[in-house]
């Protein structure tokens, strides 16, 4: 390769990761929707179990929220991983700084608390006696709560990360004397 096809192909895959990052903002956008809907959910499923116990709807409400959470968890932290914290550099202001650290001990507390919240819910969905509902519902409580401000965060991050771009974007104009 030569020095004159080297800066071409960086300013190319510099455009692919700035792509990238665009098509995971607005895909994440859609991903957390459906993330906020799967906590409406978890939060039925709870009404559900202490009105009527696990009944067949309640086993497969919970089967579903299992298999929404699998598919959704993995992609939108890899996604907020691409997305939102790639993107923020040293030169981020503290605010940004901070709460860039935040999200990221969040997707660890996130994985965590769905690591435990995930067996007692697949085994609702699976009819099994073992699963004790006062432990079920403070833990959906808590990776719900978890959930709002994670989403949250994320997305305020997003919009500061748009308005900052468009900002930039802006060509600087001068006063004109007239």
Known sequence: ??????????????????QQRQQDK?????RHAELVQSMRQLRQLM????LAGTDPHSRRLAAAIVDQMD???????ARE???????????????????????RADQGWISTNWYELRPRLDGIARDQSWVD????????????S???????LATTLLERDVRHAAAEAEPDTIASPH
């Open 26 to 30: 607005i895909a994440l956008a859609h």
């Open 47 to 50: 009404n559900r179990l202490e």
């Open 71 to 77: 598919e959704l968890l993995p992609d939108i932290l």
């Open 133 to 144: 509902l006062d432990l079920l519902r403070d833990a959906a409580e808590l990776f719900c």
């Open 146 to 152: 978890l959930q709002r401000e994670h989403v949250s």
């Open 1 to 18: 390769m030569s020095m004159r096809q080297q800066p071409t192909t960086r300013s190319a895959l510099a455009r692919r990761d700035q």
């Open 81 to 103: 991983s691409r997305a939102v914290l790639s993107g923020l550099g040293q030169a981020a202001d503290t605010w940004t700084q901070q709460a860039a650290a935040q999200l």
